[in-house]
């Protein structure tokens, strides 16, 4: 159960986190990495059951009543790829409701809602005043956005193009590469296609080529709209005062277009990228005293620095999934944050027209899940040598309560999570969320709150539930310069 409940962690916060309010609200995200997989149609009739439900069709073409007014918003995704342009989704089959509270007691009225092919839907008539606006675009999650817009954004980021065309099965690259540094244990190399980075089979210890590997590509490459492929090996490398990290070494970026059903040849020799220096000065020990407020089944497992590779034009991050990860160009892990990280380290630059970002990231292990949150991003500069110091901006929410209380049991079916601001800077929203640890089903919220009422139908009785929560310096969720803190909760015992 644990690894299936990571992999769907770190596949659905992709998917969500990436979202924009117009009035700077957001849909519910899970903090980078808080997430997971389960069948929420069982709590869907119970929601349903347990509120006041208003349908889509009743004010629809009629007006809505004096104190109410209709929630409109899109969804999609702009794509960083030749120009940030942003393609719409097809809503035809989500489900969206407001939920209004109408007591402290955890009762709620419902509007439902009804989303468009074109990109867009409406929720008529809801009352005036904060509501949650709930999204199931997935079928395993449930998302709620604390807001009282009547205008609503959000859009994913991804590498590509939104006029991508899907490639033919058969379509692929046969590589024949020369050139690479010896392979050696912790090694890897990949290939950044346009519209994401895939990794490649390791290759035997010694090996500085290799000939014959077939990659499939699911899109069509157009050099005219200017994709590129790059391939990338890492290497793992000890500092002089002991420090372990991975770096790119070796690289090759070539413009190419591929034939539909067809198999293109890369016969390339592999060479080391434009190579600066980064001067690091890591504040560990400041990062682990604002990421202390952790249930008592809660540990940190790790802290991670790396410096990504994003798209020049990008205005936030691209959320990592399984089968698209992160180009990070440098990495450095540690399990000890007694001391402050003083060392020299390489700067690669190895995609052209790329920007670098450097992001530090908390392993926090809440059994029988893990989550992973971002507690700091920054832009670096453009100069090929930068000097670094990285220490916290933003606290994490502390002093979590159920209820006004410090309790995992008897909090019944829809608790008051409350929290109160950090210790350090001031955050602008909040995101969390409360994952079923047996059956993986995850329910995420934003809110400019300090506190959460967990809406009908999203607690299973008797089934112990992880609650996270992360402060945040910034309205966009993924915004690339943002300070975070994270806290959790837990196990909650319905």
Same mark, same amino acid.
């Given at each position: ?7 769907? $962690? ?11 309010? #117009? ?64 393609? /719409? +989704?097809? #809503? &035809? ?12 007691? !955890?009762?709620?009225? =419902?509007?439902?809602?009804?989303? +468009? ?25 449930? &998302? ?16 590509? =193009? ?11 690259? /046969?590589?024949?590469?020369? !050139? ?24 035997? #210890? !010694? ?10 590509? @699911? ?20 500092? @002089? ?19 539909? !059903?067809? $198999? ?15 001067? #690091? %000065? ?77 992001? $530090? ?14 507690? /700091? ?12 110091? $990285? ?25 008051? /999570? &409350?929290?109160?601001?950090? +210790? ?30 967990? @809406? ?7 089934? @112990? ?17 943002? +300070?975070?803190?994270?806290? %959790? ?6």
């Amino acid at each position: 159960m644990r690894c299936g409940l990571l992999l769907a $962690v770190a596949a659905l916060s992709g998917c969500v986190e990436a979202t924009i309010g #117009l009035d700077g609200a957001f849909p519910a995200g899970a903090p980078d990495g808080a997430a997971g997989d389960a069948d929420a149609g069982a709590s869907d009739a119970t929601a349903r059951d347990d509120a006041a439900t208003h349908d889509a069709g009743v004010f629809l073409d009629s007006g809505c009543p004096a104190g109410t007014s209709t929630v409109r918003g899109t969804i999609g995704t702009t794509y960083f790829g030749e120009r940030a342009t942003t393609r /719409l +989704s097809d #809503l &035809s089959a989500t489900p969206f409701a407001a939920l209004v509270e109408t007591s402290t007691d !955890g009762d709620f009225d =419902r509007y439902e809602g009804r989303g +468009s092919a074109d990109g867009t839907f409406e929720i008529p008539c809801v009352p005036d005043g904060q509501y949650m606006l709930e999204e199931k675009e997935f079928p395993t999650s449930a &998302s709620y956005t604390v807001t009282s817009s009547r205008t609503y954004e959000r859009r994913t980021y991804a590498r590509g =193009r939104a006029d991508s065309v899907v490639a033919s099965s058969g379509t692929g690259l /046969l590589i024949d590469i020369a !050139g690479l540094d010896p392979w050696r244990d912790g090694g890897s190399w990949s290939i950044a296609l346009p519209h994401g980075l895939h990794a490649l089979p390791r290759l035997e #210890l !010694g090996e500085t080529s290799t000939a014959g590997l077939m990659v499939p590509v @699911p899109f069509r490459l157009d050099i005219a709209k200017g994709d590129r492929v790059t391939l990338l090996q890492t290497v793992t490398a000890t500092s @002089p005062s002991g420090q372990t990290y991975t770096y790119v070494s070796r690289v090759r970026s070539v413009a190419l277009a591929t034939r539909d !059903g067809e $198999v293109e040849l890369l016969d390339e020799m592999l060479v080391e990228p434009p190579t600066g220096r980064l001067s #690091l %000065d890591w504040r560990l020990p400041e990062f682990a005293a604002q990421a202390s407020e952790l249930a008592p089944v809660s540990r940190i497992g790790s802290f991670t620095l790396a410096v990504e590779s994003v798209p020049a034009i990008a205005t936030g991050h691209v959320p990592p999934l399984p089968w698209d990860k992160h180009i990070e160009v440098l990495t450095l892990t540690t399990t000890t944050a007694d001391h402050d990280v003083r060392v020299e380290l390489p700067l690669p630059r190895p995609v052209p027209g790329e920007r670098l970002v450097v992001v $530090v990231r908390v392993y926090i292990d809440q059994f029988p899940t893990s989550w992973f949150p971002t507690l /700091l991003s920054a832009p670096l500069s453009d100069a090929r040598d930068v000097a670094l110091s $990285v220490r916290p901006e933003l606290g994490a929410p502390q002093d979590l309560r159920l209820n006004g209380r410090r309790i995992t049991t008897g909090a019944g079916a829809t608790p008051l /999570l &409350s929290w109160t601001p950090p +210790s350090l800077g001031r955050a602008l929203r909040y995101s969390g969320f409360l994952l079923d640890s047996t059956t993986g089903r995850v329910t995420s919220f934003d809110t400019p709150e300090t506190q959460f009422r967990m @809406p009908p139908g999203r607690l299973t009785p008797g089934h @112990p539930h992880a609650a996270g929560v992360s402060s945040r310096s910034t309205s966009r969720v993924l915004e690339l310069d943002v +300070s975070r803190g994270a806290a %959790d909760y837990g196990p909650i015992v319905p």
